[in-house]
């Protein structure tokens, strides 16, 4: 299937990104096809994001986004998708090389836009879930095809792919057209907001989350998701040697609006990475950080002293750190300043600083003279 029509010259985009940044090196494509999706119409539409030279490249990073106006456009938190398109975009944006493929047509699953709106009215009218309302509508759970992906992977001549995606039958789509496919998770965070449609998303889509479903979100548990979440920032995009592994996120209005992680080689400690990406949204926000947060011990600003200058209003934090000039000095500077703390998934927090614990909890260790962390 040829495209009907296709726009692929050097238009370059500058996006700002969710960390704050600009990407000056997207480059802008339109690809238009005809469909059979009796929900579209004759033809379904396509914006391609390209970075750097991906073609016939190998293990090409790349997301296929399916459009979803509530999210994007509003900042819906009744799911995950606007998370997933600002993370993946900076991901791309982070690896200098990749694809993004924006399904324009396929709202609610392929149903188109007016369909997906009918199906938020039947959830919440009717207090149905997404496949429940689909099947009170007569739509099918999911009517997208992926030839016209096919086709333009087969323009850039890509036969092997790092997905981001949660999304099983997007990498079963694509094996099954020969393209070679590596699964990279795309997880957010759970919350009292998304919740129903991620549950109904694992346990009648099958996707890929590890969420605990098993009780509802109460505002204890919220927490406990955020700060899993951090746990994962920190163990999947930290880059340390002889530090512990840190994460940290900033959240306003049950929204993560920044995130950090530590990076060999640099001062910039998780935290103060959160509320430098959080920007303005850092006041009167909660911070999670899956290790206490440092005090004024070395010539470079601790992320005690940017915390308490950023207005963040509660900290939440995983474990106390052993290090001796640390150890709790760091929560007693915070509430001494009027921020609240509290500590949460201890245990958790613990096992990702192993190393470090048993470097400063070991007694012939701690008589050592501290070092910088």
Not at 94 to 111: A, F, N, P, S, V
Not at 168 to 197: A, C, D
Request: charged share 25%; proline share 5%; net charge neutral.
């Amino acid at each position: 299937m040829n495209p009907k029509y296709r726009l692929d010259g050097k238009f370059m985009m500058p996006c700002k990104l969710k960390n704050g940044d600009i990407e000056e090196k997207f480059i802008l494509h339109l690809f238009s096809f005809p469909t059979n999706n009796k929900f579209l119409g004759p033809e379904e539409h396509f914006h391609v994001i390209t970075l750097g030279d991906i073609q016939g490249k190998s293990n090409v990073l790349i997301r296929i986004e399916s459009a979803c106006t509530y999210a994007h456009l509003y900042g819906s938190q009744l799911c995950d998708c606007l998370y997933q398109k600002d993370e993946a975009l900076q991901n791309i944006s982070k690896e200098g090389e990749g694809i993004y493929i924006y399904c324009l047509d396929q709202h609610g699953r392929g149903t188109g836009i007016v369909n997906h709106v009918l199906s938020y009215q039947a959830e919440q009218e009717k207090n149905l879930d997404t496949i429940e309302a689909h099947r009170y509508l007569n739509f099918p759970d999911d009517a997208r095809d992926y030839n016209s992906i096919i086709q333009i992977l087969n323009y850039f001549k890509i036969k092997s792919v790092r997905l981001l995606t949660n999304n099983p039958n997007r990498i079963k789509k694509l094996e099954e057209n020969g393209i070679k496919v590596k699964r990279i998770p795309l997880q957010g965070p759970l919350h009292k907001y998304n919740f129903n449609e991620l549950k109904t998303k694992k346990e009648k889509l099958g996707h890929l989350y590890d969420y605990n479903f098993e009780t509802k979100i109460s505002p204890p548990k919220i927490e406990e998701e955020f700060m899993k979440y951090t746990l994962f920032i920190a163990k999947e995009k930290g880059k340390v040697k002889d530090k512990p592994l840190v994460g940290a996120i900033v959240v306003n209005n049950g929204e993560v609006v920044g995130e950090g992680y530590g990076i060999q080689g640099t001062h910039l400690h998780a935290e103060i990475m959160a509320i430098l990406n959080a920007g303005e949204k850092a006041k009167n926000s909660t911070l999670y950080t899956t290790l206490e947060p440092c005090i004024d011990a070395y010539n470079f600003p601790s992320c005690c002293r940017e915390i308490i200058k950023s207005g963040i209003s509660e900290v939440i934090i995983g474990c106390i750190d052993p290090h001796p000039i640390i150890s709790g000095r760091g929560i007693k500077t915070l509430e001494n300043a009027g921020i609240k703390t509290k500590i949460i998934l201890e245990q958790e927090a613990k096992n990702l600083i192993k190393d470090w614990r048993l470097r400063w909890e070991d007694p012939n260790e701690i008589t050592r003279p501290p070092q910088p962390i």
